[in-house]
């Protein structure tokens, strides 16, 4: 898979590498979402349109415009009449679902490759900070023992010169 957008290596290191099961569990979902979804403003990318319309005189023509342009109704949904409006979900010709889908699996790859990149980006700050730590750790370790170790020579110096003092 080409990537431009997301650069690994000089500040992100690629700790979870491509995986084509994953990207392909992101394409089942958004593609599970788009089927199940109804079209609007927020959400043009959806296999379903809500059809509400009155008066009757007005819907029926419309709605068999719709059909011949290939739209169906869905009668997993509901369907009929509310208030004098018909009220009804369809679904949008198969050409057109079949585009959107191009749309839904190259969005879904997007996705992927943002999360991926921000799941390898956390990642990488955790280990930077582990690293640190550990370094901060070593000095500090280092730093006490060289203490100790100049306090121990400190010490002998003392006895040395008390030996000397009061050996003579």
């Known amino acids: 898979m080409k990537q431009t957008k997301y650069k690994y290596g000089l500040e992100v290191i690629e700790f ?12 089942q979902r958004a593609e599970d979402r788009y089927y199940n979804s109804i079209a609007s403003l927020d959400n043009p990318l959806a296999a379903s349109i809500h059809f509400l319309k009155s008066p009757i005189s007005i819907a029926l023509p419309e709605l068999l415009s719709l059909h011949d342009q290939g739209f169906t109704i869905r009668n997993d949904r509901f369907a009929g009449m509310q208030g004098g409006a018909l009220d009804l979900t369809l679904t949008k010709p198969q050409s057109q ?12 790859q997007e996705e992927y490759a943002a999360r991926r990149y921000a799941r390898n980006e956390a990642e990488t700050e955790r280990q930077v900070a ?37 050996a003579a």
């Open 16 to 27: 979870y590498p491509h995986d084509e099961n994953e990207l392909q569990e992101f394409i």
């Open 97 to 108: 679902i079949d585009k959107e889908l191009i749309q839904v699996h190259a969005q879904a």
């Open 130 to 166: 582990i690293t640190l730590d550990r370094q901060r750790r070593e000095r500090e370790a280092a730093e006490k023992a060289a203490e100790q170790a100049q306090l121990e020579s400190q010490r002998e110096r003392a006895l040395i010169e008390l030996r000397e003092a009061y």
